[in-house]
């Protein structure tokens, strides 16, 4: 049959019937590229959910891996603190046994330098009270042998010569030797009443 002979009502039913067929396989085409487009862009999103489920994943264990290594160097700076510190703690102590150290042998060195410088000066001034003492009891004996010529003058009616003056202070020693001592009593006083 001959659908260009056919009657009209049949040919413009056959060419509908062919443009619906067209129109449907269109729609399919399209509908199948709009398919393929969505599932297109389902995969891309999938994809991308995927991808960022895998980043947060991957994040979360890097999150994770460098919290465990700050943790870590948390521990060992906390350590080498504490040891360094301990460290420090040992020298500070060492520094001030020896300062201290040194201190009592810089003490006891100032401490015999005084001593010696006092030892010195003792020993000057010891020989400067000798020199003082002889001088002063040699002006004291001569001013007791002038005491003792005035009044041995004044008592004898004479003066007496060193030599015999030294005899009768050694007479009279030796009587207040014999006795116990100066007394009232005593041979030979020149001031006894007889």
């Given at each position: 049959?001959?659908?260009?002979?056919?009657?009209?009502?049949?040919?413009?039913?056959?060419?509908?019937?062919?443009?619906?067929?067209?129109?449907?396989?269109?729609?399919?085409?399209?509908?199948?590229?709009?398919?393929?487009?969505?599932?297109?862009?389902?995969?891309?999103?999938?994809?991308?959910?995927?991808?960022?489920?895998?980043?947060?994943?991957?994040?979360?264990?890097?999150?994770?891996?460098?919290?465990?290594?700050?943790?870590?160097?948390?521990?060992?700076?906390?350590?080498?603190?504490?040891?360094?510190?301990?460290?420090?703690?040992?020298?500070?102590?060492?520094?001030?046994?020896?300062?201290?150290?040194?201190?009592?042998?810089?003490?006891?060195?100032?401490?015999?330098?005084?001593?010696?410088?006092?030892?010195?000066?003792?020993?000057?001034?010891?020989?400067?009270?000798?020199?003082y003492k002889r001088e002063k009891l040699k002006e004291i004996d001569e001013k007791v042998y002038d005491v003792l010529a005035e009044a041995t003058k004044?008592?004898?009616?004479?003066?007496?010569?060193?030599?015999?003056?030294?005899?009768?202070?050694?007479?009279?020693?030796?009587?207040?030797?014999?006795?116990?001592?100066?007394?009232?009593?005593?041979?030979?006083?020149?001031?006894?009443?007889?």
């Amino acid at each position: 049959m001959n659908y260009l002979t056919a009657e009209p009502t049949t040919a413009i039913i056959i060419f509908a019937v062919l443009f619906l067929c067209i129109l449907i396989a269109l729609l399919l085409v399209l509908s199948t590229e709009n398919l393929l487009y969505k599932w297109r862009v389902f995969l891309k999103r999938e994809r991308r959910a995927k991808q960022w489920q895998e980043l947060a994943q991957s994040t979360s264990e890097m999150v994770g891996a460098f919290k465990d290594l700050i943790e870590r160097q948390k521990r060992e700076n906390v350590d080498s603190l504490t040891d360094a510190s301990e460290e420090l703690r040992q020298q500070v102590l060492a520094e001030v046994e020896e300062f201290k150290t040194k201190l009592e042998t810089e003490t006891l060195k100032s401490q015999k330098i005084v001593e010696d410088k006092i030892n010195a000066k003792y020993s000057q001034i010891e020989t400067s009270l000798g020199v003082y003492k002889r001088e002063k009891l040699k002006e004291i004996d001569e001013k007791v042998y002038d005491v003792l010529a005035e009044a041995t003058k004044d008592i004898l009616g004479k003066s007496l010569s060193v030599e015999e003056h030294r005899d009768l202070v050694v007479a009279a020693l030796e009587r207040a030797k014999i006795y116990g001592g100066f007394t009232a009593n005593a041979p030979g006083r020149l001031d006894k009443k007889a």
